[in-house]
């Protein structure tokens, strides 16, 4: 059993307690806000191991003494209590602005669509049930946490040990220490709280490989900043005091000691020329590892994570943000090693020098810190909104690129100029914030800076007028001033460095760390070649939360066979083809492969014994050639040649400029649909899987091309296991069996001859499209003769 967790507010336990319910046994509670009627009202739904309670009242705050000045309160009307035995299966209808919570009593029936049946009466006298009952009406945006109160119902019926299981819970979704709420939950990152000093300390990790050059690096800044801290003793109190003096018999010193400051110079430059050459040898390489560990991270995760991400912020992740953490490196750290280094040694002298006049610069020091750590805060916050917007023009750039034939067909030129130019200028104000702030407020501080350099130069020549310090020191201590607000200045500008290079490497390492949505099985069945038995037990799957695609639906597919999937769109079917090649995982059920959960068996076999012909093609930058031979790179150029024939690509091919080397993908050569369609089919057949999934794979062809490529794939059929799914049924006619599927259920299966005598869905689907296609000729035969 896992830890109990309790998911009723502080503020709903008295008035639970008071309704005569136990807060403590309840497992989950939503918040919903409407009455069955359709009334305003302030509803918690909770389910304990046998009872649904439904409490409505009102929410309100009231205010209080001391440091929580408002509180919430509820004032409870009446409650509702459902044994769970009862109520049978729970459903949740979702309408345009408000959702629905039924008990169906027994019923297995899919109560979104018993509700848009006009005929219930003739369902009720077929049914021994009783009708529905409605339990709960929500607006809209509560349908997910009434759905998870649904499947937390359902794993307390079917005797769960966790009934949490696969639920996302309310606490989950918010950063425990300061409440916001996670920008992805599955990652359960907090921008706001996460510990920044591990962060740097990660990213100064990946200097471990290059530990060598690294020493020499940081042997140079310590000699170069113990040479730059004992030049101004030679250069001021050594030529003052001892060579400079009234009387001095050291005239001959003079030369010496000018030509020992232009040798401090030198190896004082010579110095940093060289830790700046070693740590340009090093930095680029650091870099190129961090962009492999991001593109290597990204490459393993799961398709979902593109889908809920735009172009322009992955490709901001790979290019932006490591660039970012390359130039803190280059012109950040080394010089903060060396300015800290600086700043230490200084202060110690000036100690040494004269502890009063150190303690008056010491006491200004604080207080610039203080306006750096300040400005650390705003700078990030802005820099990061920086980003936002640079990845949303990306994006906009990579869509007017990708979409600019829709865009001109619109003639939509002029308004996606002026989207872009809203962003830009979102963009552009920001970075005008940030830098408006930078050119005001650092002046100011080196202003505040100064004064206290005016400090100690008035104090300082007071005390060498009372001779108590010599001319000489006093020079030697400004000088060393100089030196010590050095740093600090730099620091005000590595303050927005740093803060550019942290709100990336966040980023950075949350691709690195992402655990993808479909992982490699931790215990793999021992199997090495599927044979492609398919068995579809029960699956459910949603994209989004609280709205199913396939609800409970089952499918068999014996080896070798040919099954189409026919059905309206947005049924199911292109979803139960991403299941079966496992780019998604089922929220609920099993696919097995002859007798395998996929989820158990390993990725690559799994991908490389399933090929995919999709309706949505992609080439890849590169040949022909390369684009057909992606899924075996060595495959010879005879089998490319024997593949393209197969997908009735060949003759094309040899009419472009240069033929299997012709280029395409992007910049590359402009195909039409129906020839990227082909290469798509080459790129499967030569990959030569045990099983074939269709999806729409002959849907942008011609008549004659796609009955050259039926004929095609039906060589490339026999003995594989093939799914194929379309919208034209006459492409089917010749499947071994046939399924259905609506509503993400299958309805109908059986041959094509048994499902038209049954006269059911396929016979009504297939009946539409041979009369749409009878009007069409009818059209053509019309036109033809008015010719």
């Not at 591990?198 to 800044?221: D, E």
Request: glycine share 8%.
């Amino acid at each position: 059993m896992t830890k109990k967790k309790n998911f009723v507010p502080s503020y709903m336990i008295p008035a639970f307690e008071k309704a005569g319910v136990d807060p403590s046994a309840i497992v989950y509670a939503a918040h919903t806000d409407m009455e069955p009627d359709g009334g305003l009202s302030d509803a918690y739904a909770g389910v304990s191991k046998d009872t649904l309670y439904i409490l409505y009242g009102t929410e309100g705050i009231v205010r209080t003494e001391g440091a929580r000045r408002i509180v919430a309160t509820y004032a409870p009307k009446r409650l509702e209590t459902y044994p769970l035995a009862e109520l049978g299966a729970l459903e949740c209808e979702k309408l345009l602005t408000t959702g629905r919570l039924w008990a169906t009593h027994g019923k297995i029936k899919d109560k979104s669509e018993e509700i848009k049946e006009k005929n219930q009466k003739a369902e009720a006298e077929a049914s021994d049930n009783p009708d529905p009952e409605l339990l709960l009406r929500f607006s809209i945006g509560f349908l997910p946490y009434v759905e998870r109160l649904v499947k937390a119902a359902r794993n307390l019926i079917d005797g769960n040990d966790d009934p949490l299981r696969e639920i996302v819970t309310d606490d989950e979704l918010f950063c425990p220490k300061c409440g916001m709420r996670y920008p992805e939950p599955e990652r359960k990152i907090c921008p706001k709280c996460m510990d920044r000093m591990s962060l740097s300390w990660r990213l100064l990790g990946f200097f471990k490989h290059f530990r060598g050059r690294m020493a020499i690096v940081m042997s140079v800044i310590l000699l170069s900043t113990a040479v730059s801290i004992f030049a101004p003793l030679i250069s001021s109190q050594m030529l003052f005091d001892d060579v400079l003096t009234v009387g001095g018999k050291y005239y001959a010193m003079v030369g010496a000691i000018v030509m020992v400051i232009f040798g401090v110079r030198f190896l004082n430059t010579a110095l940093n020329i060289l830790y700046s050459y070693v740590l340009a040898r090093v930095v680029p390489w650091i870099v190129y590892e961090l962009k492999m560990k991001i593109f290597e991270a990204m490459q393993r995760l799961s398709v979902g994570f593109y889908t809920s991400k735009r172009t322009g912020q992955v490709m901001n992740r790979v290019v932006r943000d490591a660039n970012n953490i390359y130039w803190f490196f280059v012109d950040g750290l080394p010089f903060v090693i060396v300015n800290g280094l600086t700043f230490l040694g200084v202060m110690i002298v000036m100690f040494i020098l004269n502890w009063k006049l150190a303690i008056i610069t010491v006491s200004i020091v604080p207080v610039c810190v203080i306006m750096f750590r300040l400005l650390f805060g705003f700078f990030r916050r802005f820099n990061h909104k920086y980003w936002v917007y640079g990845s949303q023009l990306n994006s906009m750039v990579s869509d007017s690129v990708n979409g600019q034939r829709v865009i001109k067909a619109f003639a939509q030129e002029d308004e996606e100029s002026d989207r872009f130019s809203g962003l830009g200028n979102k963009e552009a104000g920001t970075n005008k914030l940030l830098l408006n702030t930078g050119f005001t407020v650092f002046p100011l501080i080196y202003l505040f800076m100064f004064l206290g350099q005016v400090i100690v130069t008035a104090v300082g020549g007071m005390m060498v007028l009372h001779g108590q310090m010599t001319l000489g020191t006093l020079l030697t201590f400004i000088a060393y001033l100089g030196m010590l607000y050095g740093p600090l200045e730099f620091m005000s500008s590595v303050s927005n460095w740093w803060a550019r290079c942290v709100d990336s490497a966040q980023r950075v390492f949350e691709i690195i760390d992402a655990k993808p949505d479909v992982a490699e099985p931790e215990d793999p069945a021992p199997v090495t070649e599927l044979k492609g038995n398919i068995a579809v037990k029960s699956v459910w799957f949603e994209y989004d939360a609280a709205t199913p695609i396939l609800k409970g639906l089952d499918l068999n597919v014996e080896a070798g066979k040919l099954l189409g999937i026919v059905g309206k769109t947005g049924a199911g079917k292109s979803t139960l083809a991403n299941l079966i090649a496992r780019l998604y995982d089922v929220n609920e059920g099993a696919i097995e492969i002859d007798g395998v959960d996929v989820r158990r068996i390993p990725l690559k076999l799994l991908r490389r014994s399933i090929g995919i012909v999709s309706q949505e093609i992609y080439l890849f930058i590169g040949t022909i050639a390369d684009n057909i031979r992606y899924a075996r790179p060595d495959a010879p150029l005879e089998d490319v040649i024997r593949a393209a024939k197969a997908a009735s690509a060949h003759e094309f091919i040899m009419n472009l400029p240069d033929g299997y080397e012709t280029r395409v993908g992007a910049g590359g050569q402009d195909l039409s649909g129906g020839e990227r369609q082909r290469l798509s089919i080459a790129r499967t057949i030569i990959q030569n899987p045990k099983i074939l999934i269709l999806d729409e794979a002959t849907a942008a062809m011609d008549t004659e091309t796609e009955a050259a490529i039926q004929a095609s794939l039906a060589k490339l059929q026999r003995g594989r296991t093939t799914i194929a799914i379309a919208h034209r049924l006459s492409t089917l006619r010749d499947a071994d069996s046939l399924a259905v599927i609506d509503n993400g259920k299958v309805v109908e299966s059986g041959g094509h001859a048994e499902l038209m005598a049954k006269k059911g869905e396929y016979h009504k689907l297939y009946t539409i499209q041979m009369e749409g296609l009878k009007i069409i000729n009818m059209d053509v035969n019309i036109d033809e003769v008015a010719s």
